[in-house]
């Protein structure tokens, strides 16, 4: 069976640091990838897709940025954080024909 | 734009006492609407899949309905374990990467 793995769990970072947040998925081949981000009482908002190695759509101007260096591993990274960079970072796979997304449990960053 | 808007925003409910929550979408040739069950702190989780209007999905004391503008998720005799974020996602048939456009979510209570 598919299973999707992010970590950290939890993260507080001060504003200007850099991040790596990653995310992998196994029992799978050439999943679509993604980030979404999901701010406190709102929806998710899809921040960056994949569908294969080094290929990367962003969907949103952002301070953020996301690379696939392996076919089931998804980082998404920034050189300097800011404080509108808080919030719970979603990774899901999926995505191909008419399939659902399955997501990871996330991770809560807060820049300090 | 593809669009979902999801209400009520929360929702209380006693034990035992039925109701729906709503998803109005606008999309340009629907793929698939997409439920998902959010609990504090984790990763949403996929509930039901609805490609068609007049099509109904059943899960324990859920159930998912779709017209070709809202879908709706009823509740039939809730009980505490049901408390949780619900959330609707859109795929257009335009999509080709297989990315959801999320509603906002409704948050469920159920009291005992």
């Known amino acids: 069976s598919q299973t999707i793995h992010q970590w950290p769990a939890t993260l507080v970072q001060p504003v200007g640091s850099p991040l790596s947040l990653e995310c992998t998925v196994e029992g799978t081949s050439n999943p679509n990838l993604y980030w979404y981000r999901q701010a406190a009482g709102r929806g998710l908002q899809l921040l960056f897709y994949?569908?294969?190695?080094?290929?990367i759509s962003s969907e949103v101007p952002q301070n953020l940025s996301a690379s696939r260096p392996q076919d089931r591993q998804f980082i998404l990274s920034s050189k300097k954080l800011l404080l509108s960079d808080s919030g719970f970072y979603l990774c899901?796979?999926?995505?191909?024909?008419?399939?659902?997304?399955?997501f990871g449990n996330g991770t809560r960053l807060t820049v300090t | 734009e593809d669009q979902v808007t999801q209400s009520p925003e929360a929702l209380r409910l006693q034990e035992g006492e039925s109701s729906s929550l709503n998803c109005s979408y606008t999309v340009s040739g629907l793929r698939g609407l997409f439920w998902y069950r959010q609990d504090p702190g984790k990763g949403p989780e996929f509930l039901f899949t609805?490609?068609?209007a007049g099509e109904e999905k059943e899960k324990e004391r859920l159930k998912a309905t779709l017209t070709k503008k809202e879908s709706f998720l009823h509740i039939t005799a809730p009980k505490p374990e049901d408390s949780a974020t619900y959330l609707c996602a859109v795929q257009a048939r335009s999509s080709n990467t297989g990315k959801l456009i999320f509603g906002q979510g409704t948050t469920l209570q159920v009291k005992p």
């Open positions: 609805l490609y068609s």
């Open positions: 899901a796979w999926g995505g191909t024909g008419n399939s659902p997304l399955h």
């Open positions: 994949s569908v294969g190695i080094g290929q």
